[in-house]
């Protein structure tokens, strides 16, 4: 496993279970929040002393992160984790261009590296007397009452040397030893015990963080984050030799049930928690050692309103979606890694009707739908070396348009999937999809072009391609956007050339998003505006429509206070059937 390398002193030599010591006035300064969770648990207290008697100041407490805080260039704060036991603080470093990520774990404070593999040895050493784990019962209870079998607290008034070792248990009539620990020992053995046989070991603090997006270690050293609101972080756990990293990789691949080996060292996969990772192992592919990669999800996605928040989109764009996605239209959300692709897509299946039967197609799970009638489908690997037992996109995806559904939803088009998804256009089914590309033309480029080679004739059944991008804004930071939406229009075999026209367009001078397709939409006018039911002559009412969905959408947001993703659709539902919306 990995080790936590504080960016200061990390033990002094008092006694770690009289916490008297270290009381007085570090305590009694804390705000009451944090002084509180203080004093119910001890590591944390100490790590604060650490922290004071490396002459760092004393931390803000926050119980929830602002995005405000990534402003603060050097921020000094301990936040909680969803594990009530796991705190995390942010500390600025003036001698590199990455702050630190600091988790606080119940053993940051106390050595127990070896004492952990003593309790392990006495477990097998008690064997058959140990109860067997129950697979469908509670594992930590269970693994905590294997520690209880294992070790005693030291009490203050032992004597003599053997009894300041040993302590004894009495079970059937002999006298077994466990292992004495003190109450802080104790804690940090019990924590790293369940950590590890439950959890995902060193790993473990960052997954139970809901602020980070991404973990990243890049071989041996140091793994890093990616925070949502100080971005780029380096943390506190660092691999030291590429050994014990390889080893770690091995342990990770195996516990996420995609193992790794040197004939088959790049392994992805899918974590509990919904999680992505992809392992590479071994140092013949990747000469600084073993790494891997975990892109986290949310438990709850972002809703088209908190991406309103964040200035990803503003009211009229999505009332523009929303005529589109809710009139069966083909849309592709198209950009580079990591510029909030599959978020989007994620938010915008709220304008998918709620009555619809959704029908999702992915390589590794990620899509979230907030529909009932949702059947979520995953590419399954080979688990032999014959390759024809794996079922690919393109299997699922042939099997999905047996399956009746008003939306076709592919996670990723990579390959020969974007023909089938083609061939689904033409039969009248609506695809939903993302793909990597930065530009329209290179979407096309791409489509038409091996592996994927979709006919050119068939381009015009894509409708709708919304780019986006992590972009540097005018204030300086960094952001995701939306920076264009384009409307594909066809093709002309005699120039060999296709058409396609910009409905919106994002301005990064003034990070403002205009409408360049008001008046001239050619989807609008010519695909919604008949379904809507309006006239040829007439058809220029379909901006109205718009205008009046955008400001829908506005008051259901800044007046109504309608903001979860979940909320979204069900408030949506309630509109349509009222034909509000």
């Known amino acids: 496993m990995a080790q936590t390398v504080l960016p200061f002193s990390k033990f002094n030599k008092a006694d770690n279970d009289d916490l008297s010591q270290i009381k007085g006035d570090i305590l009694q300064s804390l705000p009451p929040d944090l002084k509180e969770r203080a004093e119910a648990r001890p590591y944390l207290l100490e790590y604060l002393q650490l922290a004071a008697n490396s002459k760092i100041a004393m931390p803000q407490y926050h119980h929830e992160l602002s995005r405000k805080l990534g402003d603060n260039k050097t921020p000094n704060l301990i936040y909680p984790t969803k594990n009530k036991d796991i705190y995390v603080h942010i500390l600025a470093d003036n001698e590199d261009s990455r702050n630190s990520y600091i988790p606080i774990e119940p053993s940051v404070t106390v050595e127990v590296g070896n004492l952990l593999k003593d309790v392990e040895k006495k477990l097998l050493e008690l064997g058959t007397k140990l109860k067997r784990i129950d697979p469908d019962g509670n594992k930590e209870e269970q693994f905590l009452r294997y520690i209880e079998q294992a070790t005693t607290v030291k009490k203050h008034q032992e004597t003599g040397l053997f009894e300041k070792y040993f302590g004894f248990l009495a079970k059937g009539g002999s006298k077994l ?115 891997f990669t975990i892109r ?45 692709k599959t978020t989007l897509l994620n938010a915008i299946t709220s304008f998918i009707h709620p009555l619809a039967k959704v029908v999702s197609i992915e390589d590794t799970p990620e899509l979230q739908v907030p529909h009932k009638n949702w059947v979520r489908e995953v590419v399954q690997s080979s688990k032999s070396e014959d390759p024809s037992g794996a079922v690919t996109m393109f299997d699922l995806l042939k099997a999905a ?95 060999d050339s296709f058409t396609f026209v910009e409905s919106f367009h994002w301005d990064e001078a003034t990070d403002k998003f205009e409408f360049t397709g008001n008046m001239s939409s050619y989807i609008l006018e010519n695909k919604i505006a008949p379904k809507l039911g309006y006239p040829t002559h007439q058809k220029r009412r379909i901006y109205a429509e718009l205008e009046r969905r955008a400001k829908i959408l506005q008051k259901l947001h800044k007046e109504m206070g309608v903001t979860g993703f979940y909320e979204v659709l069900e408030v949506l539902g309630r509109a349509q059937r009222e034909g509000l919306f």
Not at 246 to 266: C, G, M, Q, S
Not at 278 to 288: D, T
Not at 311 to 320: D, I, K, P, R, S
């Open 401 to 495: 348009l047996r399956q009746r559904p008003n939306e076709i939803i592919v996670g990723e088009i990579r390959g020969s999937e974007g023909n089938i998804a083609f061939q689904a256009m033409q039969t009248g089914h609506a695809v939903m999809a993302t793909f990597h590309a930065a530009t329209t033309e290179k979407l096309i480029q791409r489509i038409t072009g091996n592996p994927i080679s979709v006919p050119k004739t068939y381009i015009d059944n894509l409708n709708i391609v919304i780019l986006t991008s992590q972009v540097r804004l005018p204030n300086g930071k960094n952001g995701r956007r939306i920076t264009g939406i384009n409307e594909i229009v066809g093709y002309d075999p005699v120039f």
């Open 296 to 340: 986290k999800f949310s438990d709850v996605p972002i809703s088209v309103f908190e991406l309103v928040d964040f200035g990803t989109v503003n009211y009229q764009m999505l009332a523009y979606l929303s005529l589109m996605i809710a009139n069966g239209m083909n849309v592709f959300v198209s950009g580079e890694t990591a510029s909030g």
């Open 177 to 291: 030893s466990k292992i004495t620990v003190t109450q802080r020992e104790l804690e940090g053995v019990r924590y790293l015990f369940v950590r590890d046989k439950v959890g995902l070991g060193s790993l473990e603090a960052l997954i139970v963080d809901p602020y980070i997006e991404d973990i990243s270690c890049s071989g041996m050293g140091t793994i890093f984050v990616e925070h949502k609101i100080f971005k780029s972080l380096k943390s506190s756990i660092v691999f030291s030799n590429v050994e014990e990293l390889d080893e770690f990789v091995l342990w990770l691949a195996e516990r996420v049930k995609k193992p790794v080996t040197y004939k088959n060292p790049i392994s992805d996969a899918t974590l509990p928690d919904g999680s992505r990772i992809n392992v590479v192992f071994g140092h013949e592919v990747s000469k600084r050692g073993s790494n």
